[in-house]
């Protein structure tokens, strides 16, 4: 019984270092930079329905001091304003261009195939991808040409810092980076080129170096993939290009969801990722971080419980401070989110046997 008790409070231990390193590496994109060499960026946008976001990413846009920006939107069939919108943004800024989409061909997704499209026009000698959901700072671009710059960097993915409008939201949106921050180093994901295990990315915001992207096609190599910047970035790995993901700061913030069941939903189509598409994996993360602590309490001395909910709280105060998130409810809320990650499990797992039968 003590066996798997130490084991429980090691994995533990293993996951709080994991957190404690994401917290304490800092892994923002630099506040002071200096930019002489203003080659143009392309701001790429693929939208879909989008009119309640785009124009707030516009305006962000608009008020952008880099000086050398064009600005291309991918209008995927939209059926509300979102092209009435961009066509207002574009007689104020006549760097920003619109594209309409095409019909989408066989063996494509919808976002795959509009980030293709997009940099096929794109003329800039970075590529800067952006979901129409974000919400960006004036000196977003010199800060990530001047990142990229200084890693000699292939691909740059940020976790945009996640707004929650909800109690909802905080139940579920706070577990994206509970998974991942405490199970992955962030600074190996740069530091050790050619390991794919060491990946991590957000289709939010991906910025690329256009001579590499042109020569690789990316988006063309996962264009059925419906991860495709997980997928993206572990090509890259195994080809041992410089990459690097950071986390969000105050200059690239998202709303990702509004609601509970909407998180859970979008979380149950992704959450397999987080375990190398390994069902096995999840279900036991999701079994171990839940009854670990009961087990401790019936079978263990109390000390070891005691170290447990230590440690646990721990993780989630180092968690939260890197993500810029409240360490007062992550805690508060702790175990109702532990509830909703095996709900989003369950629900991810019903899908996964429904497309296996079909």
């Known amino acids: 019984m003590y066996t798997i008790g130490w ?60 000086r050398s920006l064009e600005v291309i939107v991918y209008n995927d069939s939209s059926s509300d304003r979102t092209k009435e919108i961009v066509e207002r943004y574009i007689e104020r800024c006549p760097f920003i261009k619109i594209i309409n989409g095409t019909t989408l061909p066989k063996g494509w997704l919808g976002k795959n195939f509009a980030c293709h499209q997009l940099a096929q026009a794109a003329k800039g000698k970075t590529l800067l991808f952006l979901d129409a959901d974000v919400r960006i700072g004036k000196g977003i671009v010199e800060k990530t040409v001047s ?3 200084s ?27 509970w998974i991942l921050l405490s199970l992955l180093p962030l600074p190996l994901i740069r530091m050790v080129p050619g390991q794919k295990a060491l990946a991590a990315a957000n289709g939010q915001f991906m910025c690329f170096d256009a001579e590499t992207y042109f020569l690789l096609q990316p988006h063309r190599m996962v264009k059925g993939n419906q991860v495709e910047d997980i997928a993206i970035i572990m090509e890259y790995k195994q080809r041992k290009l410089n990459v690097a993901t ?6 690239i913030s998202c709303t990702m969801y509004s609601s509970l069941q909407e998180a859970i939903n979008g979380f149950s189509k992704n959450v397999f990722r987080f375990f190398g598409d390994s069902t096995c994996l999840t279900v036991l993360y999701g079994m171990l971080t839940t009854m670990a602590p009961f087990y401790l309490w019936i079978f263990c001395p109390p000390v070891f419980f005691i170290m447990y909910i230590i ?21 508060l809320l702790m175990i109702p989110q532990q509830l909703v990650f095996l709900g989003i499990i369950i629900q991810a797992l019903v899908k996964h046997k429904q497309r296996n039968i079909i």
């Open 246 to 251: 950071l986390l969000g700061g105050e200059d």
């Open 151 to 177: 890693y000699h960097l292939k691909l740059l993915s940020v976790f945009p810092t996640q707004h929650m409008p909800s109690l909802g939201t905080y139940l579920a949106v706070p577990l994206m980076n």
């Open 311 to 331: 440690i646990i709280l721990l993780i989630r105060l180092f968690v939260s401070l890197a993500s810029h998130q409240s360490v007062i409810k992550n805690i």
């Open 7 to 66: 084991i429980l409070i090691v994995v533990g231990l293993i996951r709080l270092t994991v957190s404690f390193v994401n917290w304490v590496s800092r892994l923002y994109l630099p506040e002071d930079v200096e930019i002489h060499d203003c080659s143009l960026v392309s701001i790429l946008i693929p939208a879909r329905n989008e009119e309640n976001n785009i124009g707030k990413l516009l305006e962000d846009i608009s008020t952008l001091t880099y």
């Open 147 to 149: 990142y990229m710059r």
